[in-house]
């Protein structure tokens, strides 16, 4: 596990509305996906836990196969426009 996705675990099982998701989300999500190199540059950002969330979902949602992907442009970070995350609903 990458600091900084321990960086974001840490915050969101602190965080009342995804405290609870926390434990799962890390089971399904690290052995696959903590040290990719587009996930530990999401985690990074400083950003909320929703834009990192909604950016992670961008990400995940590509087609199969190899990528070349411009992240600043994937999460619209960095572009002058600071876009509402997408994607993630609560129950």
């Known amino acids: 596990m990458t600091p900084a996705f321990a ?46 969330l909604s950016a992670i979902l961008k990400l995940l949602n590509l087609p199969p196969g190899p990528q070349i992907v411009h992240m600043r442009k994937l999460t619209g970070w960095g572009t002058g426009l600071r876009p509402q995350p997408q994607g993630i609903t609560l129950q």
Do not use: H
């Not at 890390?26 to 990719?36: G, K, T, V, Y």
């Open 7 to 52: 960086i974001f675990l840490a915050e969101l099982r602190a965080d009342p509305q995804f405290g609870p998701l926390a434990d799962d989300f890390s089971e399904a999500f690290c052995d696959s996906f903590c040290d990719c190199e587009a996930v530990v540059w999401i985690l990074s950002q400083p950003r909320t836990l929703l834009e990192k």
